[in-house]
């Protein structure tokens, strides 16, 4: 039986980390279908039709999918599920929110946010925060995965031809109400999907001297992060956090400025490609995870590498 | 109105977490436990919408071994009115926990379930979604703001993009953002009047769920340890090696 990836769009195109499901969902089976449920989602069809993994693409259009609320969605994918082997979403807010509905009334265990695809039933996942890994084999006859988007590199967006098939809608879920959605309008990146993140600890001291790092993450197109102390001293507002009970990031880059380093902050930013530590305590257990380690008051550092990034001629972005 | 709020006993976050050298799992013995963050979070508005008079009874549920039951007893010291503690050794799947759930909810016929987002163990984050899935009602996940109104929850969702709002009518499931509140510290009074609230033990087993794990946890192993890195000596060759060597900027 074939997979079947549950694609992630706002209606109009796809939402990025749909490559990177796909891939995923590819490596356990190469005959892979994916669905998408929405509305007015024609242009974000045709475009999942032309990922070159994706065999079949099955199109479902509601009014009531335009907010793509959970308790609508699980019944439609319930239902196709009896043709395939897996159902695999991407483990973001969107597929964290609908898999485990789909699981339960699949009766199926569903194994979350997989960094690496082992055999058709076997995935790699972190466990306590990423402190550790489980190795973790599905004996359900049916299997609900999640992925962890930033382990898996995007698919080729173009090339495929798959057909597109349409599928009839499932009835309204008449308890849940949309309201609203505020997008976070900002010029910087998301802090969950930053290449960059540049965050303050309590060596920062104040709120106020945080504007070394937002001075710093504009000249990178950085996000900001911060550690659970200069969030707990108010420094910065908490979904800045960066941590086991904050925000997991994996950035090509995370410069971690004024923090020392707690257990829980490394938990949230250990997988990073690349990590920048500047710190005044050279005994700081986050040098122990720096690839590049600063011993330096930040006061002084921050100011020079102001200067040095304006010296470069150019910046990636 | 009443609240049924389910916590989780798990390592404390501050711990740091060691593999067990037969990669069977983590060591858990003479190691800090405490109730899993967001679990907080879901008590303490729970606890918070009794006092604005909004609901009549705060429950605390939790499932687990003997020893979870300091999690409702801590639940009670912060504002719960009883506990139930639904005794059950082994390793728990969240989809067997969510059929308990079910089962409870059954017997108190609570208006609303909260819960954590998410416990910081295994990172599933799946119960809340899956006992409102077997329950078919509507569910609230990622909330970091909530609203009571009649027969209905206006709840703010934290979602990658931002902020979502959505209303769901009650009986439905809230899970719990960090964001969500301030949890609140049990003063010693308290915790000595939570000594004296009732917690009912219910034995697994009398509830007719099958528990058994459908997972396989194959091994447990550390995470790829990262190469030691190295100091630079000031700010310029910092830049210089991050724009040359590591090639990130």
Redesign the interface.
């Known amino acids: 039986m074939a997979v079947l990836l549950i694609a992630e769009h706002n209606n109009k195109e796809l939402r990025p980390f749909t490559l990177n499901a796909a891939t995923a969902a590819s490596q356990i089976d190469s005959d892979l279908h994916a669905v998408i449920i929405g509305q007015n989602s024609a242009d974000a069809a045709k475009q999942l039709s032309e990922l070159p993994v994706v065999k079949k693409v099955l199109s479902v259009e509601g009014a009531h999918y335009e ?1 793509f ?3 609508n969605f ?1 019944p439609v994918i319930v239902k196709l599920a009896e043709n395939y082997s897996h159902i695999v979403c991407s483990a ?3 597929g ?10 699949l ?7 997989i960094i690496k695809v082992i055999s058709p039933d ?1 995935f790699l996942r ?15 006859a049916k299997k609900c995965v999640t992925i962890r988007p930033t382990s898996f590199d995007p698919c080729e967006s173009t090339g495929g031809s798959a057909p597109i098939e349409k599928v009839d809608a499932s009835e309204e ?1 008449s ?10 309008k900002s010029d910087r990146p ?1 802090l ?2 930053a290449r ?1 993140v540049v965050s303050g600890g309590r060596g920062m001291q104040s709120g106020d001297n945080f504007k070394l790092i937002t001075e710093i993450a504009d000249k ?1 197109g950085a996000a900001i992060g911060a550690s659970r102390a200069a969030v707990d001293a108010g420094y910065i507002s ?2 800045h ?1 960066v941590g ?3 925000k997991v990031v994996v950035p ?2 995370y410069i971690a400025v004024g923090i020392s380093g ?3 902050h490394l938990a949230g930013m ?2 990073s ?4 530590a500047i710190n005044k305590d ?1 005994e700081a257990p986050i ?10 008051d930040l006061f002084e ?1 921050l100011p ?2 102001m ?3 304006n010296k ?1 001629n150019t ?2 972005k | 109105m009443k609240i049924l709020v389910a916590v989780k006993r798990v ?1 404390d ?5 060691r ?1 067990k050298e037969d990669g069977t799992g ?1 060591v858990t013995d003479n190691v800090k436990m405490s109730t899993n ?2 679990d907080d979070n879901a008590i303490e508005e729970a606890v918070k919408i009794k006092e604005a008079g909004k609901a009549t009874e705060v429950v605390a549920v939790t499932v687990g071994e003997e020893k979870a039951q300091e999690t409702v007893r801590k639940a009670l010291a912060v504002g719960a009115d009883r506990g139930i503690h639904v005794k059950v050794d082994g390793i728990l ?3 067997a926990v ?1 059929k308990i759930l079910q089962k409870i909810v059954d017997k108190e016929k609570p208006d609303l379930v909260f819960m954590g987002k998410q416990a ?15 329950l078919n ?3 609230a ?2 909330a970091s703001k909530i609203d009571v109104k009649d027969n209905k929850l ?1 709840v703010t ?13 009650i009986p ?1 499931i809230v899970t719990c953002d ?2 969500l509140n301030e949890p609140r510290y049990a003063s010693l009074p308290n915790i000595m009047k939570a000594k004296k609230k009732p917690i009912e033990e219910i034995a697994a087993s009398d509830l007719g769920v099958d528990v058994s ?11 790829p340890k ?1 190469k ?5 000596a ?3 060759e ?2 210089q ?3 040359n060597e ?1 090639k ?2």
């Open positions: 907010n609320t959970a308790e699980a973001n807010t969107f964290k929110n609908l898999m485990p509905r789909i699981a339960a009334h009766d199926t265990s569903q194994v979350s946010d076997t972190p466990i306590y925060a990423g402190n550790a890994f489980a190795t973790i084999k599905s004996n359900d879920f308890n849940t109400k949309f309201i609203k959605r505020e997008e976070i998301e969950g999907t960059i990178l908490n979904d956090q086991q009970t904050g090509d880059l707690a257990i829980q250990k997988e490609k690349v990590i920048v050279g040098f122990s995870v720096a690839d590049y380690g600063l011993e330096a550092a020079q590498f200067e040095e990034l470069l910046i990636q | 390592i976050y501050n711990v740091q977490i593999v983590v963050p967001p799947e969240p989809l969510s910081i163990d295994d990172d599933c984050n799946q119960t809340g979604q899956m006992l409102s899935a077997l009602w509507p569910q996940t990622f206006e969702r934290e979602i990658d993009e931002g902020l979502e709002t959505i209303e769901i009518n439905a960090l964001r794990p459908r997972l396989e946890q194959t091994k447990v192993e550390e995470p990262r030691a890195g190295i100091k630079v000031n700010v310029a910092l830049v090696k991050l724009k590591a990130v900027i």
